[in-house]
């Protein structure tokens, strides 16, 4: 068992993983986690802008992945009900910037619009990205979670990539879904 810290500590270290989290988040423990993410980055980039870029779309994820999750976790290999929406996130430098993945369990009947809206995102070009977080800013419309669409489009605006996702079926009710976020600096 020791062996397999060390055998973990290397993995982070050579994936240059700046932070690693799974489990049930709270609004402190969000908080807690953008206060570290704030104080490694100029640590590691020198370039301001490239920092600001990197904590924004880390912001956003971690805000996805709080109001966008069904309080789900698996037990035994199967998905429970847990108080506190659940979850995984990573944070890495590579050599053309970071990625930023973050994993939750979501409902499945969601799926299909997510991953719509989703392939909609990565096929616009960064004008009309722009062009539809306007419009989305505008329409004044917000999801049974308050927000109003613009998350992903945010993400994506200020990442400067498309966005990587999947979605693992769990079982009748539940999926879980995957971002990579890899933000070029």
């Known amino acids: 068992m020791l062996e397999r810290i060390h055998d973990l500590y290397d993995t982070l270290e050579r994936q240059r993983v700046l932070l690693s989290f799974k ?66 996130v990573m944070i890495a430098r590579t050599d053309q910037g970071y990625s930023v993945l973050t994993g939750n369990f979501m409902a499945g009947a969601e799926v299909e619009g997510l991953r719509s809206h989703l392939e909609r995102i990565n096929n616009l070009t960064p004008e009309l990205l722009r062009e539809f977080y306007r419009e989305k800013l505008a329409d004044g419309t917000y999801s049974k979670n308050g927000g109003g669409g613009l998350g992903m489009i945010d993400i994506a605006r200020k990442s400067g990539s498309k966005l990587e996702y999947g979605f693992v079926p769990y079982d009748e009710d539940n999926a879980f879904f995957s971002l990579n976020v890899n933000v070029t600096t």
């Open 23 to 88: 489990g049930d988040l709270t609004e402190d423990l969000i908080t807690a986690l953008l206060g570290i993410v704030e104080k490694k980055l100029p640590l590691i980039d020198g370039d301001a802008r490239s920092r600001k870029r990197v904590f924004n779309v880390v912001v956003e994820c971690l805000q996805n992945l709080y109001h966008h999750n069904a309080n789900m976790k698996v037990k035994d290999g199967m998905p429970v009900p847990t108080k506190d929406p659940h979850g995984v």
